[in-house]
């Protein structure tokens, strides 16, 4: 099963993107899904995530007030805005196993390949 984060890029300090983040072969209606990141050659680490009714959301503190999580039905989405160069990394999407936000990559049985977010100075 393979999930598809899409909308990265490239982009100034200061910038906006928002990333998408669908499952074409199954739904993840019922569960909670993250977002991570994986700077070059650092770990994946956490950075947003909803649980399965978008009532519940999750921020890692550095960008809290910057990023927003949201979903509908079939596509989970992250704004980003104030993209500063430290965000720079290939973003993946997760599912969870159950259906809460959570901040532990173990909590994760679902990823999407990756898209690359490049914030320029």
């Known amino acids: 099963v393979q999930l598809q984060a899409s909308g990265g890029g490239l982009v100034q300090a200061g910038g906006s993107l928002r990333l998408s983040c669908t499952a074409p072969a199954r739904t993840f209606s019922n569960n909670g899904v993250g977002w991570f990141r994986q700077a070059p050659g650092g770990e994946r680490e956490f950075v947003a995530a909803i649980s399965w009714n978008g009532q519940n959301t999750l921020y890692t503190d550095s960008v809290k007030g910057r990023f927003t999580i949201s979903r509908d039905i079939a596509t989970v989405y992250l704004q980003m805005s104030s993209l500063k160069p430290e965000d720079t990394a290939v973003y993946y999407c997760?599912?969870?196993?159950?259906?809460?936000?959570?901040?532990?990559?173990?909590?994760?049985?679902?990823w999407g390949r990756g898209t690359q977010v490049t914030v320029s100075s």
């Open positions: 997760a599912s969870a196993r159950g259906s809460l936000a959570s901040r532990q990559k173990g909590n994760y049985n679902y």
